[in-house]
């Protein structure tokens, strides 16, 4: 028996745009983490996640490899 995986939220990058960078920490001059395209889902990160940070919201990497931050004004819910 496998037990279902619980719906993670996740956040779309809307379009248009070049891409969404998601920071190291949540300041628009911390180090970007990646470079994400239109209508990728970025997972929210949770359990475990920091305190939250005014007009940022912590998130994962579409492949769970890193976790960071986004501004709140460059993603879709």
Known sequence: FV???A???A??????GACLTPRAEPS????ALGCFAD??????WVEGAPA?????LPVFSPGFEQHGWVA???VAR
């Not at 956040?11 to 248009?16: E, Y």
């Not at 209508?39 to 929210?44: D, E, F, S, T």
């Open 52 to 56: 939250p940070v005014s007009g940022w």
């Open 3 to 5: 037990p279902p995986l």
């Open 28 to 31: 628009p001059t911390a180090p």
């Open 7 to 9: 719906p993670r939220p």
């Open 39 to 44: 209508g990728v889902l970025l997972p929210r």
């Open 11 to 16: 956040l779309r990058v809307p379009p248009p």
């Open 72 to 74: 709140e004004e460059f």
